[in-house]
Every structure is written in structure tokens, then in C-alpha cells.
């Protein structure tokens, strides 16, 4: 038996949440087994674990789309037992069952191993957020952006994607400006590495098509008009990498920045992201996260405490990385 956190869906759709005690044999098809040391939690995971969201594909359900820890058993030669791995994604607390569980099943194709440099609860205090932070930070070098071209725009700045973010985009050279819904935050923003610090209400009204120009390049989480703003302020051959729709999954804008000023606006999705861009990310991460700031950033709750949190999270009480500790 293990400890879950557990969603389940009535036969009149009400869904219902616990923390409760799972049989070995009920774990899913899977080639790896994993004791879970480490998990944390998302904003995905909120979102099913609330039922905020239409998150989870079937019932019932283990949430949690990341996980650290050891390999208990391996059908594969490429996996052993004893390894140290990560799992971000693969629809993994979706539509198969997740991290936020002392053990899990899952296909070994969708772990890494972990960096040496790191230890399983830092991947974790890194988490889907970090790892989605890097990606964005990785396009955006792919594409050009280096510190002499100008400000770097963050939106959720006190997320968990916003703040690796800002600590890395910094830690690289970056001039980085945090925009953020939550003024008394400003010391915990500038601490990471903010510049300057900009209110969300200067982003979240409708604008014009095209505004001041006045950024290099941008990660927004934020999507829906926030996005729209963002873009139509990119310097002349701004980039944009967009990962998240926490403010809303709409895009009301305009071809204007794209045609009239070359930006270019680069989806980032973490779910599916091919292998080698996972190892390179996480390889990147391990050489250049603050073990500090990350920790003074990050927030533990016990399994128990995940379903609470959730709705904290959500509710924009929460600043940073949320990691999960199993028993």
C-alpha cells in the first residue's frame, strides 16, 4: 500500500478529493516503477485537484505532472533500480496517474535522469515551473536574445515559472522587469534578480495595436490580454515565448508587432517537449540555480497538505515553488 492524494468523479459528476491509502496493484501499465521522494505542486495540479479546471481526462485519478525519485523496479536495461530520475509531463496526472503519490508507474521514456549536481528535492523546488522556465530562456537564446538587446518582461513574476525565471534571466546578465499583481512583493522580487517592477493592471486593459516600444524579449504565463500588451510593446525584433493562459486562453491581438516590427512569438509547451531538449534544459538548470534563492523561494507541505494548498495557489496566496514531501 501507498499514500495518494486521489480524485474521483461520482456517477452524477461531482468530483470528490482525498488523501488516502492505494493497493501496489492498482499502479498503471507502466515499464518503471518509482518511489516518489519528491513532488510539488502546479498550477496544473491545482486546477485538477480543485476541479477549477478541466485538467483530468479520466476518474479516478492521481494529479501531480512531476515527481522525483528512486527506481524501485525496471523492465528495461537502460533504467535500473536504485537510479535517481525526474518526470515533468507526458500527460501524467492527466490522463495517467501522477506525482503527488508515494509511488508511481510510468513509461521509462518519459524520465531523465537526475543531474549529479542536484539533489531530488531541488529538482523538485525547480519543478515543471523551473524546467518551463528554461525552455523559455533556451528559445529565447535560440532566437538572438542576449543581454545587450535590451529589458527581458516577466509576467506572473511571483509564479514558479516567473520566479526561476527572473533568477536565471538575471543570473545570465539579463536586465529583467517583474510584472506582478502583488506590490508587497517587490522585496522578494528584487531579491531574485528584478530590475524593476511593473503593476499587472498596466497590462490587463485592452491597448493599442501597437505601444512604445520597449522590451527585447518577454516570458509571458500569463496569456489573453496580458499577451496581447505584451507583443504590441516589443522592441523592433522583439521575441515573445508564451507558456502559460493563467489569465486567459484568448489571444485578442493584432498582426501589427509581427509585420510591422518582426517579433516573433514562440510557443513553449514542457508537456511533450522532445528528449533532447528536456536533458539540455535540465543540464542548464543544474549549472546555473542559486541553491539559496531557489530554497528561499520554495514552500514544503506535507501529501496531506496538497489538497488545502491547491486552492491557495489558485487563489494567488502562494509566491514561488510549492514542493511536496512524501513520508
Keep these: 500500500m501507498f499514500k495518494a492524494v486521489m480524485i474521483e468523479k ?122 518551463t522556465a528554461m525552455l523559455c530562456i533556451q528559445a529565447l537564446q535560440r532566437e538572438g536574445v542576449t543581454p545587450d538587446k535590451g529589458p527581458i518582461l516577466i509576467t506572473g513574476a511571483t509564479g514558479g515559472v516567473g520566479s526561476v525565471a527572473i533568477m536565471l534571466l538575471s543570473r545570465l546578465g539579463y536586465h529583467v522587469v517583474a510584472v506582478t499583481g502583488r ?33 527585447a524579449g518577454a516570458v509571458d504565463v500569463a496569456g489573453g490580454t496580458v499577451l496581447a500588451n505584451v507583443c504590441a510593446s516589443m522592441a523592433y525584433g522583439g521575441v515573445v515565448t508564451a507558456c502559460g493562459l493563467a489569465a486567459d486562453m484568448s489571444f485578442p491581438s493584432t498582426v501589427a508587432p509581427f509585420i510591422l516590427r518582426g517579433v516573433t512569438l514562440v510557443g513553449v509547451d514542457s508537456v511533450m517537449c522532445p528528449r533532447d531538449r528536456r536533458l539540455a534544459a535540465w543540464s542548464r538548470l543544474a549549472e546555473l540555480i542559486d541553491p539559496v534563492k531557489l530554497a528561499e523561494m520554495t514552500s514544503e507541505i506535507a501529501l496531506a497538505d496538497a489538497i488545502e494548498a491547491s486552492a491557495a495557489l489558485l487563489d494567488g496566496k502562494i509566491r514561488g515553488r510549492v514542493v511536496v514531501r512524501m513520508s
Excluded: C
Excluded at 510510468?106 to 523551473?130: F, Y
Excluded at 531579491?191 to 512604445?212: D, H, N, V
Design 10 to 131: 461520482s456517477a452524477d459528476g461531482v468530483q470528490s478529493v482525498s488523501v488516502r491509502d492505494v493497493a501496489d496493484n492498482q499502479l498503471p501499465k507502466g515499464d518503471v516503477t518509482v518511489r516518489v521522494e519528491w513532488s510539488t505542486l502546479n498550477y496544473k495540479d491545482a486546477l485538477a485537484i480543485t476541479g477549477r479546471g478541466p485538467i483530468v481526462r479520466s476518474f479516478p485519478m492521481i494529479p501531480g505532472i512531476d515527481f522525483a525519485g528512486i527506481v524501485e523496479s525496471s523492465q528495461r536495461e537502460d533504467i535500473r533500480p536504485g537510479a535517481r530520475v525526474i518526470l515533468n509531463g507526458w500527460g501524467v496526472g492527466e490522463k495517467h496517474w501522477g506525482g503527488l503519490a508515494e509511488k508511481a508507474t510510468v513509461s521509462g521514456d518519459w524520465l531523465v535522469p537526475l543531474p549529479d549536481r542536484l539533489t531530488s528535492r531541488q529538482a523538485m523546488e525547480i519543478g515543471t515551473a523551473g524546467y
Design 183 to 215: 506590490p508587497e512583493e517587490e522585496a522578494y522580487l528584487t531579491a531574485l534578480g528584478a530590475k524593476e517592477i511593473l503593476p499587472r493592471q498596466a497590462f490587463a486593459t485592452p491597448g493599442k495595436a501597437l505601444e512604445k516600444t520597449r522590451w
